[in-house]
């Protein structure tokens, strides 16, 4: 099966930049998924890794390194609205189309 | 169009009693799936539809479980004689297809609680 770890909890200031970082074991590496779930909300789309390297969309990016089962999710100008929990998420080969997820970390933004 | 539905949004059953959730996915997605979130709890896989077929039922929790897919498109979860560990919110997805590369939109989710 597969192993997922995030923090369960951070706390960053308005403005600042933020690192949540989520470690994984696996077999059949096929993807790492970021996904932002506000409280009571459907889970959204944030980003996409398969390579090793960074992907920047807007304010997020995204690391990813596959040799060390390791990728961080990197916010940054923070705002109110980014406190929410994000979620890892990660897709085997040979596994359907499953993702399995992490617990989440849920991320507070303070002013 | 619009996004993944669900429905109900929330439902309150009594222990033994079978609940029958329902998804409708984005128009076009061929692949759909479900998933649950106990509270504060990450999401756990239960079974995926690649148009009709579920090729992997090994999620589903118990022999209790059941989901089908018709026509291509609308999803319906059926829970038989719930159980209080049941309670949970059940989140369905779609992508286009079952390719590494698709993304999952998520629906609101179905809350259940078994009382």
């Known amino acids: 099966g597969q192993n997922i770890d995030q923090p369960t909890e951070m706390t960053a200031t308005e403005g600042a930049i933020v690192q949540i970082n989520c470690t994984y074991q696996?077999?059949?590496?096929?993807?790492l998924f970021w996904y932002q779930q506000h409280a009571g909300e459907a889970p959204t789309f944030l980003s996409y890794n398969v390579l090793d390297g960074l992907e920047e969309k807007g304010r997020f990016s995204s690391f990813l390194s596959r040799s060390k089962g390791y990728s961080y999710l990197l916010l940054k100008e923070l705002q109110m609205k980014d406190s929410a929990s994000y979620l890892c998420a990660v897709r085997v080969l040979n596994a359907g189309n499953m993702l399995t997820f992490g617990g989440g970390t849920r991320l507070m933004v303070k002013p | 169009g619009a996004g993944v539905s669900q429905s109900p949004s929330n439902k309150v059953t009594e222990k033994g009693k079978d609940v029958e959730l329902r998804c409708d996915p984005i128009?076009?997605?061929?692949?759909l799936y479900w998933y649950r979130q106990s509270l504060g709890q990450g999401l756990e896989f239960l079974i995926y539809?690649?148009?009709?077929?579920?090729?992997?039922k090994s999620g589903l929790p118990s022999d209790r479980f059941s989901a089908e897919r018709t026509g291509g498109s609308v999803s319906t979860l059926t829970i038989q004689r719930t159980q209080q560990e049941d309670s949970a919110v059940y989140l369905c997805a779609s992508s286009l297809a079952a390719a590494s590369t698709d993304e999952q939109y998520f629906g609101p989710g179905t809350r259940l609680t078994v009382t």
């Open positions: 696996t077999s059949g590496f096929n993807g």
């Open positions: 539809f690649q148009g009709n077929s579920a090729p992997d």
């Open positions: 128009s076009g997605h061929t692949a």
